[in-house]
T-cell receptor
Framework: AQTVTQSQPEMSVQEAETVTLSCTYD???????LFWYKQPPSRQMILVIR????KQQNATENRFSVNFQKAAKSFSLKISDSQLGDAAMYFC??????????WGAGTKLIIKP | DADVTQTPRNRITKTGKRIMLECSQT?????MYWYRQDPGLGLRLIYY???????NKGEISDGYSVSRQAQAKFSLSLESAIPNQTALYFC???????????????FGEGSRLTVL
């Protein structure tokens, strides 16, 4: 069965600094997608970034970027110039053969002013 | 207006009561999902529906039932609520089709249910 592991239950970073959230996954699929979702205190889940496994180039969205290591099955999220509004739970997910998502347990990100 | 709307946003009920959580969407997506979120456990899939006539159990369907009344509407029922069903419930949708098949989910704002 597919699994997604986020080994950091909680991370903290100083405002304006850079932080990296870790995610590893296990899949037998040859083609799949990987996602990072953000859940702020308002509780709605918001897509942060998406990576297509067949693309070698790492996805970027403004201050958010990923380090996708396909052979190692690693998909970490880097947040540059951290802002107070980045404080949230971050969830990593991968799609299975039916395009359904398998979720990690989440990492709580704390931003220190 | 939100693309995926859940009602109620918050609900407190008593053990044994029947509860229905409703979800409607304006995204035109065929696929709809109900998830449950508990602290430290991430999201767990309760039920999913790929179209009006296709409903499937997820990993934690016991104690729950669903109804897909239309393409845009997908409701979750707890026939006899129990305290360990206290959780945050999310409805989500996803697109299908060659260009859209990625698995990306679009979420409602969640329904927090407390069973006393």
């Amino acid at each position: 069965a597919q699994t997604v592991t986020q080994s950091q239950p909680e991370m903290s970073v100083q405002e304006a600094e850079t932080v990296t959230l870790s995610c590893t996954y296990d899949t037998s699929e040859s083609d799949y997608y990987l996602f990072w979702y953000k859940q702020p205190p308002s509780r709605q889940m918001i897509l942060v970034i998406r990576q297509e496994a067949y693309k070698q180039q790492n996805a970027t969205e403004n201050r958010f970027s990923v380090n996708f290591q396909k052979a190692a099955k690693s998909f970490s999220l880097k947040i540059s110039d951290s802002q107070l509004g980045d404080a949230a739970m971050y969830f990593c997910a991968s799609s299975d053969s039916n395009y359904q998502l398998i979720w990690g347990a989440g990492t709580k990100l704390i931003i220190k002013p | 207006d939100a693309d995926v709307t859940q009602t109620p946003r918050n609900r407190i009920t008593k053990t044994g009561k029947r509860i229905m959580l409703e979800c409607s969407q304006t995204k035109g997506h065929d696929r709809m999902y109900w998830y449950r979120q508990d602290p430290g456990l991430g999201l767990r899939l309760i039920y999913y529906s790929f179209d009006v006539k296709d409903i499937n159990k997820g990993e934690i369907s016991d104690g729950y039932s669903v109804s897909r009344q239309a393409q845009a509407k997908f409701s979750l029922s707890l026939e006899s609520a129990i305290p360990n069903q206290t959780a945050l419930y999310f409805c989500a949708t996803s697109a299908t089709g060659l260009a859209a098949n990625t698995g990306e989910l679009f979420f409602g704002e969640g329904s927090r249910l407390t069973v006393l």
